[in-house]
């Protein structure tokens, strides 16, 4: 799926004002977004259980089609949340953004989806997977265990400056 460039606005208006800036020039573009989720090492992803306990675990993340990109073990408590409830949020921080992504994660599946994700963890991470009928596996461990790769569609994202005063919130449009 390739994410849609969102509507970019202030997420403080004047009427929330003080201390935070209502200036329309500090608008932050969805690009910085993409380069903070782009360059950053790990993120956090966060989950909810099927009893509404919140869950939230660093992970390695790829961007895909403008999607953040996760793996994770089939069996771990994020996996198992997102098969009881999609609804994801991924954070991460640069120097210059503090980003929340809030979205829907589903599992990617079908061979060409999931070597074009397996083929961009090698290149960020040097994290290689291999394929076999479907399912995706870590040959490097013992066992070869099982993954599941899984795409963040965005709904909607903020992010926050440096000096804390200044945020932007993008809204996406789902159809």
Not at 51 to 61: Q, T
């Amino acid at each position: 799926m390739t994410v849609d460039t969102p509507v970019a606005e202030l997420l403080f208006q004047q009427e929330d004002a003080t201390p935070f800036n209502t200036d329309v020039a500090t608008v932050k573009p969805w690009s910085q977004a993409l380069a903070c989720l782009e360059s950053a090492h790990k993120c956090w992803l966060s989950t909810v259980g099927p009893g509404g306990r919140p869950h939230a675990a660093p992970v390695m993340s790829v961007l895909l089609d403008g999607a953040p990109c996760i793996a994770s073990r089939p069996s771990s408590r994020k996996s198992r949340n997102l098969a009881h409830n999609p609804r994801a949020v991924i954070t991460v921080s640069s120097d210059d953004l503090d980003l929340v992504v809030s979205g829907q994660a589903h599992q990617v599946s079908g061979d060409a989806a999931l070597r074009r994700v397996a083929a961009a963890f090698a290149t960020k991470y040097g994290w290689t997977f291999a394929i076999r009928d479907g399912r995706v596996h870590d040959d490097s461990l013992p066992g070869a265990p099982q993954y599941a790769f899984y795409e963040v569609s965005p709904v909607r994202a903020f992010g926050y400056g440096p000096d804390g005063l200044t945020a932007t919130r993008w809204r996406f449009n789902r159809t």
